[in-house]
């Protein structure tokens, strides 16, 4: 059974840096694509990007290139968000989420339970 | 950027009526369209991918059609858990992909 599970809810102070995981399991971590999708308070999902563990290649929205880093340990079959400065305004609900599709991705089939970030002086 | 569309935002509906929502795209997708269900406070959930493909285990009173730019899911007899968030998305582009703004099913 595919399952990830996701670091817990994180509260910080606007310009702190934050590493939020994404922990997979029961599929083979290096042959799928991983991604990950913010959620405001009380608004929509946003596609952020995706990265590849096999050869670390990532693909960002260009709302958010530039904005996050995304990153993978193949070793503990963990896919990472990072923020260098985080903003009131990251303020939000993280999810990753597996597309299918092995290397071609497609629809998400599988997600997480989703992180908490929340930032406040 | 491929915009996607759905209509309606909010849709007020009773158990047992059949309930469509609208998806359309600025661009041709070909059928590279999903459909998640969203529940407070849980991660979405697919429905339907590749436009009309049923997920394993989603009850068939949910159904998926169109091609190129509009698209439509269909619950043929509303039931009390369907009540959620709908959310229709893109993946034709290669990682250029577009969620819907979403459309809340609430009880009429």
């Known amino acids: 059974e595919v399952q990830l599970v996701q670091s817990g809810a994180e509260v910080k102070k606007p310009g702190e840096s934050l590493k939020i995981s994404c922990k997979a399991s029961?599929?083979?971590?290096?042959?799928?694509?991983i991604g990950w999708v913010r959620q405001m308070p009380g608004k929509g999902l946003e596609w952020m990007g995706n990265?590849?563990?096999?050869?670390?290649?990532?693909r960002y929205s260009p709302s958010f290139q530039g904005q996050v880093t995304i990153s993978a340990d193949k070793s503990t079959s963990t896919a990472y968000l990072q923020w260098s400065s985080l903003k009131a305004s990251d303020t939000a609900m993280y999810y990753c989420g597996r597309p299918s599709g092995g290397a071609a991705p497609g629809h998400f089939d599988s997600w997480g339970q989703g992180t908490l970030v929340t930032v406040s002086s | 950027d491929i915009q996607m569309t759905q209509s309606p935002s909010t849709l007020s509906a009773s158990v047992g009526d059949r309930v469509t929502i609208t998806c359309r795209a600025s661009q041709s997708i070909s059928r590279w369209l999903a459909w998640y269900q969203q529940k407070p406070g849980k991660a979405p959930k697919v429905l339907i991918y590749r436009a009309s493909t049923l997920e394993s285990g989603v009850p068939s009173r949910f159904s998926g059609s169109g091609s190129g730019t509009d698209f439509t899911l269909t619950i043929s007899s509303l039931q009390p858990d369907d009540f959620a968030t709908y959310y229709c998305q893109q993946y034709n582009s290669y990682f250029e992909w577009t969620f819907g703004q979403g459309t809340k099913v609430e009880f009429k």
């Open positions: 029961g599929y083979s971590f290096t042959n799928y694509w």
């Open positions: 990265m590849y563990p096999g050869d670390s290649d990532s």
